[in-house]
């Protein structure tokens, strides 16, 4: 798998993103950290997957970066928020091992997704791996909560073929309370997209009791099919599994007694996308 620049580092292979991972670039030198998201060659990556089939379309390669500055109250990768929590990745070695997956990649319809965390906290790594996955041919997805946006320039979106966008909600003070942070540029970069012709999946959590309010979702299926180049909605249904590392990095975690939604409630949530002619999974 991708060989970390420090020797005691752990494999970045993970059986899933799930795993929970803490300083693990800890030791890199404060002015390295800010060399590196200066210029992008190098970055840090929570973990590395393969034969992912959520991710985007066909099977394929994920890497989730570190470092976010979102705090959702449903994040089930805490431990993606700190940067130095990741292990540090030169774009070299990144590169040379997707280059391995290419013809694999190509042959199952499927390619490479950086996710995270927020793969744009690591805006010039991103940018450049992205851009040198789709110069091997290899189709590109950014996974994203879309705030970030702005430091992309659009000839470096066109190294992009797919952006998986995060709506959280629609109302602005929920916005704030779910996630700590404004709605408006994540908005703003939906509707640059738009107007680019950027193809883009959305994907909404339905959290019981947090997202789940019939207005707020119809409003969110009005704007998303307005925008006219989303090919498809993924209605997430909230879990637990991130739970145990809310207790283990010691953070207060608020939704200890927020169950999974129904499948009833999923399927009225997909038919609210439906109901406005977007295609709701
Ligand atoms: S944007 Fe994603 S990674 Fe960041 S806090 Fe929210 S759910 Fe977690």
Redesign the pocket.
Known sequence: MIEATQSKSPSLAAGSPFELRVNLGQDVPESDVRTALANGDMGFLHSFTTGSTVDGPGVRVVAWTAG?????L?????D??TMTNGIPVTLCKATEELRKYRSGLKIMSGGFTLS???PLMQDRFAVKLLTAAHGMGIHTAVET?GSLGGRITDAELEKIDLVLL?I?TWDPERHRRL?GMEIDPLLNFARRLATRRKPVWVRF?LVPGLTDDANDIAQIAKFTASLGNVERVEVLPFHQMGRFKWKALKLSYLLDDVQPPSSGALEHACAQFRAEGLAAY
């Open positions: 976010c500055h979102w705090r959702c449903y994040c089930h990768n805490p993606t928020w995270g965390g927020e909560n995060g959280k996630t959590v």
